[in-house]
T-cell receptor, first 113, second 114 residues
Framework: DAGVIQSPRHEVTEMGQEVTLRCKPI?????LFWYRQTMMRGLELLIY????????DSGMPEDRFSAKMPNASFSTLKIQPSEPRDSAVYFC???????????FGDGTRLSIL | AQSVTQPDIHITVSEGASLELRCNYS??????LFWYVQSPGQGLQLLLK??????LVQGIKGFEAEFKRSQSSFNLRKPSVHWSDAAEYFC????????????FGGGTRVLVKP
């Protein structure tokens, strides 16, 4: 079975540009999570969805960040406008039931110049 | 609030030696506990999990972990490390309630000497 698929794997863009990160969860999974990983702050949960509905977005750093899940097989994390401090690795994870662990994608390495 | 502490930021171990990574958590009830491993440039891979029952949990790649409620600990062990075990290891805790929002420790980077 395919795992969690994230695209792009790497993104380099200039400050002020809009950035869109994409995630395809494992088929049948009904929860999806977006994380950010940096050296300074480690792994932080940004937002998560259950059955396509955002449940907790308290980790979203500011209004420049937004996430959507239009259907069970696709989610996006958007940063507009991007800033150099947004540079990090962004992970998406999904899971299918209360007692199943989260499965992670390989991440998107984002560099904002 | 729940929290996870991994006291060791780096550990260096010789190939063939034993390895123990410490994890302490703070949580108001019995949590779900996990260990993940992250190789460079990769996502996090689940090594093992504890939900209930036997407090000694076996995982993949020869790893095991022991849940000790009295010490709020969930330490990870491997009797004999291989060079391929060099990676970063994360302990995580989550509630039994729906949603399973995980809190991760800061990670322990393991270096393996030949």
């Amino acid at each position: 079975d395919a795992g969690v698929i994230q695209s792009p794997r790497h993104e380099v863009t200039e400050m002020g540009q809009e950035v869109t990160l994409r995630c395809k969860p494992i088929s049948g999974h009904n929860s999806l999570f977006w994380y950010r990983q940096t050296m300074m702050r480690g792994l932080e949960l940004l937002i998560y969805f259950n059955n396509n509905v955002p449940i907790d977005d308290s980790g979203m750093p500011e209004d420049r960040f937004s996430a959507k899940m239009p259907n069970a097989s696709f989610s996006t994390l958007k940063i507009q406008p991007s800033e150099p401090r947004d540079s990090a690795v962004y992970f998406c994870a999904s899971r299918d039931s209360r007692e199943e662990p989260q499965h992670f994608g390989d991440g998107t390495r984002l560099s904002i110049l | 609030a729940q929290s996870v502490t991994q006291p060791d930021i780096h550990i260096t171990v010789s190939e063939g030696a034993s390895l123990e990574l410490r994890c302490n958590y703070s949580y108001g009830a019995t949590p779900y506990l996990f260990w993940y491993v992250q190789s460079p440039g990769q996502g996090l891979q689940l090594l093992l999990k504890y939900f209930s029952g036997d407090t000694l949990v076996q995982g993949i790649k020869g790893f095991e972990a022991e849940f000790k409620r009295s010490q709020s600990s969930f330490n990870l062990r491997k009797p004999s490390v291989h060079w391929s075990d060099a990676a970063e290891y994360f302990c995580a805790v989550g509630p039994k309630a729906a949603g399973n929002k995980l809190t991760f420790g800061g990670g322990t980077r393991v270096l393996v000497k030949p």
